[in-house]
């Protein structure tokens, strides 16, 4: 019955197909495609020279370094939180476990303003944290630990989101035959843990670079926008764009769009080189 | 090896999973847990592996606590129910794992690693299959490996969790025999979790008949196959042989 079903459900008419085909390269065209091609067009309005300058310039570089240092420090990290956190909730039973599901996923839920407003709050130097750490010359609000701690939290979901439903589909059975066959938990954790849940990490970890890179919302509101200082690249961006310096402005978006496209190209690769072992990892 | 179970009780929880039960395994012995689903039958293997610590009781391994043993220090061959072969390692690797896990002074050299592992193939009777992946083998096949991945360890004892629950009658058959010829030749104290009287009745030398109730599961009888089916002890036992 079911093979006639499916079968059935298959053979969808060709012109049902072509116009749902149609319709799927015609969203991603308008939605996904164009917006991106529209971002180099504006860079290169004035030709490559001008793109070249505008990227030349002393504040787009040091927006760029920032970025780029500000993933550098907080993608590594919420990689660890988010492998302890995935691993805790899905190797152990506790109490309190879905709320602690519901606390990795609140900075989904939470404006990424109103998390950087709490950090301004807490470590402000009107906080009794944040005076102290000012007099001591340790500043958290506009300066880098905050735009730090502000990328963090916004980002700390993607990896424990990723791993957490392929580690509790894999379950602790093949852990429990390691650790029978004479292995540690951490060699457990490194030959058997680690491999199984690599993609889904590699997968996780894109994401959260991705986002690091990109926040504009938290970052803007504890970074106080000092050019040269605390602009990262979103923030350069919108302050150059809103300087009618739209060359500047969409050189530096391109940037930021090439980082992000590298780093799909990237996983593609990876998918494509290791195809046989993703194909043997994967359930069947 | 000599395995004594000591009033061994286990709750998760609320709920309690057995009853302070006891049992004495002679050294060489196959001896198979039957129970209907709910008995404690895999919780007391897992006990007895280490998996799983009891709630009071003492289990003694040639006469010598064993309670507290890590389960990396029982030296349990563990043969789990869906097996747990490591799914991204080739059958080789699979079976060379827990001696490449040794420490360096009882790690053997890469070279006798490989020849056991051969000679491990060899005897599961597949010694082609070294390089394929665990997905790219039948569920007879994955059994066999992950048979012969706990022998490699050269177990002490050898646990197996419904070691032919997910096969067809074909296949169990020509692996019980399997799992009866490597007990004989290897001599290991082994034990073995079935629901299926048939196969407890026809391949071990002690059945131990359980049962499961709210109170938790517990030892209804502990016998030869023969004695079993000749004098079952308490009603139960009578209803579940019969079944
Ligand atoms: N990790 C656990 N947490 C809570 N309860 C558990 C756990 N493991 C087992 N139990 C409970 O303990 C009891 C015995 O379970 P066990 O798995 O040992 O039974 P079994 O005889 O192996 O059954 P089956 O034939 O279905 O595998 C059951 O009531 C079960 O619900
Ligand atoms: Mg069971």
Redesign the interface.
């Known amino acids: 019955m079911s093979d006639i079903r499916f079968a059935a459900a298959t053979e969808e008419p060709a012109a049902v197909r072509r116009l749902l085909i149609g319709l799927a390269v015609a969203g991603l065209a308008t939605l996904v495609a164009a917006p991106l091609l529209v971002v180099f067009a504006e860079a290169l309005a004035q030709g490559w020279l001008a793109a070249v300058t505008a990227l030349g310039n002393r504040d787009a570089q040091s927006a760029i370094r920032l970025t780029l240092l500000i993933a550098g420090i907080s993608v590594p990290l919420n990689a660890a939180f988010g492998i302890a956190a995935a691993w805790f909730i899905t190797k152990f039973d506790f109490r309190g476990k879905a709320v602690l599901i519901t606390l990795i996923d609140l900075p989904f839920s939470v404006s990424p303003v109103v998390a950087g407003l709490c950090i301004v709050l807490m470590f402000g130097t009107n906080s009794l944290v944040g005076g102290w750490l000012v007099a001591s010359g340790h500043p958290i609000v506009f300066a880098l630990p905050g735009i730090v701690l502000a990328t963090m939290f916004v980002t700390f979901p993607f990896v424990a989101r990723e791993l957490i439903p392929v580690m509790i589909e894999q379950g602790r059975a093949e852990e429990e035959a390691a650790l029978t066959l004479g292995a540690s938990g951490w060699r457990t954790f490194r030959t058997v843990t680690l491999p199984n849940i690599r993609w889904a990490l590699l997968y996780g970890v894109l994401l959260c670079n991705a986002r690091a890179m990109g926040e504009f919302g938290a970052v803007a509101v504890v970074s106080g926008k000092i050019r040269g200082q605390t602009a990262t690249m979103p923030i350069t961006i919108e302050m150059l764009y809103n300087e009618y310096l739209s060359v500047a402005a969409f050189s530096l978006a391109a940037v930021l769009t090439l980082l992000a496209l590298v780093t799909l190209l990237l996983k593609t690769a990876l998918e494509i080189r290791h195809a046989d072992q993703l194909s043997a990892t994967h359930r069947h | 090896m000599h395995i004594e179970i000591d009033e061994i009780s286990k709750a998760f929880g609320p709920t309690a999973a057995l009853t302070p039960v006891s049992l004495a395994i002679p050294s060489g012995a196959l001896v198979a847990l039957l129970g209907p689903s709910g008995s404690g039958k895999t919780t007391l293997l897992r006990i007895l592996?280490?998996?799983e610590f009891p709630t009071s009781g003492r289990i003694l391994f040639d006469g010598a606590d064993a309670t507290g043993l890590a389960?990396?220090d029982?030296?349990?061959?563990?043969v789990?129910q869906?097996y747990?072969?490591?799914?991204?390692m080739t059958v080789f690797d699979n079976i060379a794992?827990?001696l490449k896990?040794?420490p360096r002074a009882t790690r053997p050299p890469r070279a006798e690693i490989a020849r056991r592992v051969t000679k491990l193939l060899d005897l599961i009777q597949l010694p082609d299959i070294g390089a394929r992946?665990?997905?790219?083998l039948s569920g007879g096949q994955r059994q066999r490996v992950a048979l012969a991945?706990?022998l490699?360890?050269e177990p002490r004892m050898l646990l197996l969790d419904e070691p032919f629950g997910a096969l067809d009658a074909k296949v169990r058959k020509d692996l019980r025999q399997g799992l009866r010829d490597i007990h004989d030749e290897t001599g290991l104290t082994t034990v073995f979790v079935t629901h299926d009287q048939e196969e407890a009745m026809e391949l071990a030398d002690l059945v131990v008949v359980m049962s499961g109730s709210r109170s938790g599961g517990r030892i209804e009888q502990i016998g030869k196959p023969a004695d079993i089916r000749a004098r079952p002890a308490t009603p139960f036992v009578r209803d579940f042989i019969s079944a």
């Open positions: 592996g280490g998996l389960v990396q029982r030296r349990a061959g563990f789990f869906s747990a072969l490591f799914r991204h794992y827990g896990t040794r992946y665990p997905s790219q991945r706990a490699a360890i």
